[in-house]
Structures are given as structure tokens and as C-alpha cells.
T-cell receptor
Framework: DGGITQSPKYLFRKEGQNVTLSCEQN?????MYWYRQDPGQGLRLIYYSQIVNDFQKGDIAEGYSVSREKKESFPLTVTSAQKNPTAFYLC?????????????FGPGTRLTVL | GDSVTQMEGPVTLSEEAFLTINCTYTATGYPSLFWYVQYPGEGLQLLLK?????DKGSNKGFEATYRKETTSFHLEKGSVQVSDSAVYFCALSLTFRTNAGKSTFGDGTTLTVKP
């Protein structure tokens, strides 16, 4: 089955620690995205990548980093510089052009900072 | 900048009632418009989309028409079911070439349908 997977589903982190969230897709999509979802605030774009070895900052990139070494994978690192990291993180992918192509979302990772 | 404004929730309806969730947008250029649905603890799934003015998107009994003159994309369903209970997101997207591939989402509207 084709799809997009995220792991882990739940993640707990101590303050001051970096943590990496996994996102993998087998849909052969060129573009991948990371969003943060907070209660009552909808989705906010953290980073996106249109092609392997290239990525761009979204609206709230501070305190986050990404890599895109393979087409299938787009991991997100939440660094200790992110002041309020507790949130639900969603990864998505699309064929190439979000204007016409659907974004497919993973099931999400809920990160809690203890 | 680009923005999407959704009707505030939560919305509570009885089964078989008529549903409208309002969505208006502002955008530079010519966006595509989407409705996504999110069930508890899950990611978003596409519900329907429209890529140009006057297009109507439809799926599972839900409909929305792209109205350029009123910059709106209201979601409607004639008879809701308990299984429609979820959070609904309106979104717009612009091509990479004009807006660097960014999608903008509304804040979401929570729908609860009671039997």
C-alpha cells in the first residue's frame, strides 16, 4: 500500500534535548512538507522541500531543522532552540505543484516536552 | 499575505441536518481551494478541491463551489451523519512558481453530529 508514515506516534522529550521526527513516503512524490498543529490555530508550515537536497523555510522555521537526502524521507529535528515545542506535527507530500495536486498527510507525531 | 478565514466552531448538529461551514480567503494570484477533514488523532485527508473559479468540488455528499467574486469556498452537506463528526479545514495553495509552494490553512471547524 502506498502512503506516508510518521514515527513515533507519541514522543516525550526533556527540555534542552534535540529530537528527530521521522517521515517516509512511498508515493514517489517530489514535494514534502512539515506542519505544526496547535489547538485552535490550524496548521502552520515549518519547512518544505520541492526536490531532493533542497528545502525552504516556512512560516515558523526557527528552532527546527530538516534534511532531504532521499526522495522518500524528510526528517524533522526539533532543537533545544525551539521555545515551545509541545504540539502535533504533521508531515505531508504531493506530486509537485500544491496548486493542483493534493497533499497527502501522515498520521502525525504528538511531541510533549516534559 | 494570503489567508483563510473559517467559520468558528464548534458546530453541533442533529443527524440528517443541513451543514454549512463558511470559508473565505484572500490571496495574491489564482489559488486552488481545498477542504480537508481530520478525524481524532489522525492526519488530514482531502475531502474535495476546486482549481478555478466556478468549479464545484464534491465528495461523499459534501460540496463546495469556488466563488471568485465573493472569495469564498463554503462547505455544504444536505444530510449529516454521526460519522461526519470531525474537524474540517479550508485551505488554499498557490503554485511553486508564484508563491514558493506554500499552502495556507484555516483554523479548522469542529463538527459534532448527535444521533
Amino acid at each position: 500500500d502506498g502512503g506516508i508514515t510518521q514515527s513515533p506516534k507519541y514522543l516525550f522529550r526533556k527540555e534542552g534535548q534535540n529530537v528527530t521526527l521521522s517521515c517516509e513516503q512511498n508515493l514517489n512524490h517530489d514535494a514534502m512538507y512539515w506542519y505544526r498543529q496547535d489547538p485552535g490555530q490550524g496548521l502552520r508550515l515549518i519547512y518544505y522541500s520541492q526536490i531532493v537536497n533542497d528545502f525552504q523555510k516556512g512560516d515558523i522555521a526557527e528552532g527546527y531543522s530538516v534534511s532531504r537526502e532521499k526522495k522518500e524521507s524528510f526528517p524533522l529535528t526539533v532543537t533545544s532552540a525551539q521555545k515551545n515545542p509541545t504540539a502535533f506535527y504533521l508531515c505531508a507530500s504531493s506530486i509537485a505543484d500544491p496548486r493542483t495536486d493534493t497533499q497527502y498527510f501522515g498520521p502525525g507525531t504528538r511531541l510533549t516536552v516534559l | 499575505g494570503d489567508s483563510v478565514t473559517q467559520m468558528e466552531g464548534p458546530v453541533t448538529l442533529s443527524e440528517e441536518a443541513f451543514l454549512t461551514i463558511n470559508c473565505t480567503y484572500t490571496a495574491t494570484g489564482y489559488p486552488s481551494l481545498f477542504w480537508y477533514v481530520q478525524y481524532p488523532g489522525e492526519g488530514l485527508q482531502l475531502l474535495l478541491k476546486a482549481t478555478k473559479a466556478d468549479d464545484k468540488g464534491s465528495n461523499k455528499g459534501f460540496e463546495a463551489t469556488y466563488r471568485k467574486e465573493t472569495t469564498s469556498f463554503h462547505l455544504e452537506k444536505g444530510s449529516v451523519q454521526v460519522s461526519d463528526s470531525a474537524v474540517y479545514f479550508c485551505a488554499l495553495s498557490l503554485t511553486f512558481r508564484t508563491n514558493a509552494g506554500k499552502s495556507t490553512f484555516g483554523d479548522g471547524t469542529t463538527l459534532t453530529v448527535k444521533p
